[in-house]
């Protein structure tokens, strides 16, 4: 079982900055694209933003500008620096490691709650 380890979820006023991490075993790291999902209470969950394997990323409309996806590959971890949040970005943020070869191979992470309020 392939497992991934988030932290740096909490709460933070209208404006703040948080930095989430995901730590990943090496073999999943080195070759998957990580991701970064949300899903706030009755919604679907969402894409937030993504890196590939090559450093390639993309976001959402709705963080573009905020939020910026990185990865340490000497730490297998990527991160998800979240400036300037918004009421609207609380949710569950999940890690997701994806592989498409034949099929897409996918794992999850447990999920970190982000609450911005005041």
């Known amino acids: 079982q392939v497992q991934l380890v988030e932290s740096g979820g909490g709460s933070v006023q209208p404006g703040g900055s948080l930095r989430l991490s995901c730590a990943a075993p090496?073999?999943?790291?080195?070759?998957?694209?990580m991701s970064w999902y949300r899903q706030a209470p009755g919604k679907q969950r969402e894409l937030v933003a993504a890196?590939?394997?090559?450093?390639?990323?993309n976001y959402a409309d709705s963080v573009k500008g905020r939020f910026t996806i990185s990865r340490d590959n000497a730490k297998n971890t990527v991160y998800l620096q979240m400036n300037s949040l918004k009421p609207e970005d609380t949710a569950v943020y999940y890690c997701?490691?994806?592989?498409?070869?034949?099929?897409?191979?996918?794992?999850w992470g447990q999920g970190t709650q982000v609450t911005v309020s005041s």
């Open positions: 090496r073999n999943i790291f080195s070759i998957y694209t």
């Open positions: 997701r490691a994806t592989l498409v070869v034949v099929s897409t191979i996918a794992y």
């Open positions: 890196i590939t394997s090559g450093d390639s990323t």
